[in-house]
């Protein structure tokens, strides 16, 4: 009998370590995927957003509807350039809608980096 409570109370510690050990995990993962969002999102002004402009190797950032987008990866805006005509480092809210064929649909190939502030 002495040696069943035994067995049982190992497997118990066994299972509850594992429980803490599960918990420990899923805190750990999900402070990783908070702490992710909060550094992706940075704050740009006109001015900030200019710098990143995709040449000499910095990286190519738009603006469309007060959120930036990381365009570096992107091939058709290969060293910050789109179509020849649009530069990175700007503001494209307006010339989206007016000049661009998919609208906004092909920003979600674009990683979101921050926001535009005023």
């Known amino acids: 009998m002495i ?3 035994k067995e049982y109370l190992s497997k118990l510690f066994n ?3 594992l429980l803490l050990i599960s918990a420990m ?12 969002t909060s550094v992706g999102e940075q704050t740009f ?13 910095r990286r190519a950032y738009i603006a469309v ?7 570096t ?11 020849g005509r649009f530069s990175a480092g700007k503001d494209y809210s307006d010339a989206i809608r007016s000049e661009s064929p998919h609208g906004t649909s092909m920003l ?3 990683e979101v980096v921050g926001v535009l502030v005023d």
């Open 108 to 110: 979600s190939r674009a």
């Open 45 to 57: 002004d006109l001015e900030t957003l200019a710098r990143y402009d995709g040449q000499d190797g």
């Open 15 to 17: 299972l509850i370590g």
């Open 3 to 5: 040696r069943y409570k």
């Open 73 to 83: 990866d992107i091939p058709q805006w290969q060293d910050g350039v789109h179509q």
């Open 65 to 71: 509807d007060g959120v930036v987008y990381d365009v």
């Open 25 to 36: 995990l899923v805190t750990a993962c999900a402070a990783d995927s908070t702490s992710s």
